[in-house]
């Protein structure tokens, strides 16, 4: 197999977030499992998505300008990405921007700073969910 064909049967992960240092952290750990493109903002992940369709986004809440719920919400108001898994990033928790993103239909959030065997984790779970231990409720 070609390293093209390699590059091609891989999952497209996009990876948007407005810190370098998170992006270049993901970017190191999914680049042998996953085709990583990582940009800086939602208008920048916006632009992207007019061209290509990802597997997957990793979508950070809390950007300048537009943040993730925004973002989030204009990816869903078009017709071909409604269905685009994504999971959110947050360096905080607060449950009123994890209720927003659920209702936009996220499969799972991370909050930062996360460990690698975590993001892989999460990440496999979204494109493999049969091959995942079930979750526990927190209540």
Known sequence: MSQREVRDAKKRVLAVDDTAVVLARIS???RNDYDVI?????A??????????PDLILLDI?????DGIETLRKIRSKKDQEDIPVIMLTGVEDKDFVLASAKLGIRDYILKPFSSEELLRRIHGVFRPEEQPPMKSES
């Open 28 to 30: 190191d750990t999914l």
């Open 38 to 42: 990582t940009v800086n903002s939602g």
């Open 44 to 53: 920048r992940a916006l632009k992207y998505l007019e061209l290509e369709k």
């Open 62 to 66: 809390q950007m300048a300008q537009m």
